[in-house]
């Protein structure tokens, strides 16, 4: 793959994803800065070969396309239209590729103030978890401007596996990855409620897996997830608290459009409970928890399990 080698990448958020998406860049030869407030990320990345700051406005002076990794909508704000931030600081020209899971009536708002700034933006929500990011094959779900894509150049690629172009307005890349999340979070809950019916009826959990993994039930979330489960592991990849967040994304915009979404309504009273019973901050597969602590199941790595 040809990359050119006169752009420069930067990285907002050096988290799971972002630092796999910027070490991507790095592996392909792409000049790439980093951005973190936390001093060991912006360090390993340095060790990494790469050019790391604390600062979004430093960052933005030096390159020519920036990808926007937050949490959310306030954050991705902050660092766009901040004092010290992307806009203020970013040359003439520059896209910036905004990522973070918000409401789709956003993108379309950021697009025209940036426009007014001389900037580009890209709608460019991505899939794939850490270790597609870490692998440089992440989906990223994109739509904006043509004039965006061709200022972008290959720079898209330096981090992606595939780059699905939906459409020339922003907004309809965060359409197709609030359909995505509300499947996800449905998928993970089921998953969950799946093995907990199974482990209360008595199955092996194990055994439970490799079955549904080689059968009709299986989905990706399943196949991804379970293994948390099964190894009492619940840091968090990606948290609870992620899809109580995506998840509402998702029910507020089904609001305005006055449309049912009785499952992911469901799904997210999950979420919203397992984050009640403190697990928040733990890995989306604790969901599982909240069906344990009803029904007295002793979850795989727990120390009753293991006596």
Known sequence: MNTSSSLTLGVVGLGSMGMGAALSALRKGVPTWGCDPRAE???AFVQAGGQATASVAELARHCDLVLVLVVNAAQTEDVLF???????????????????????????????????????????????????????????????????????????????????RL?????????????????????????????????????????????????????????????????????????????????GIVLDAARQLKFPLPMAAAAHQLYLATAAMGLGGEDDSAVVKFYTQMAGIELPGSKKAEA
């Open 41 to 43: 990320a912006r360090d």
């Open 82 to 164: 901040g004092a010290q931030g992307i806009a203020a600081s970013l040359k003439r020209g520059g896209v910036v590729v905004c990522s973070a899971t918000v409401d789709p009536a956003l993108p379309p708002v950021w697009e025209k103030k940036l426009g007014e700034t001389g900037h580009w933006l890209i709608d460019g929500p991505v899939s794939g978890g850490a270790k597609k990011a870490a692998a440089g094959q992440m989906t990223v779900m994109a739509s904006g401007k043509p004039e965006a894509f061709a200022a972008a150049g290959s720079l898209l690629d330096a981090f992606a596996g595939k780059v699905y």
């Open 167 to 247: 459409g020339d307005q922003a907004g309809i890349g965060s359409t197709v990855k609030m359909v995505n999340q509300h499947l996800a979070g449905v998928h993970i809950a089921t998953a969950c409620e799946a093995m907990a019916l199974g482990m209360r009826a008595g199955a092996d959990p194990r055994q439970l897996y490799e079955v549904i993994c080689n059968s009709a039930g299986m989905s990706w979330m399943f196949e991804n997830r379970v293994p948390h489960i099964l190894e009492g592991d619940y840091t968090p990849l990606s948290a609870v608290n992620i899809f109580v967040k995506d998840l």
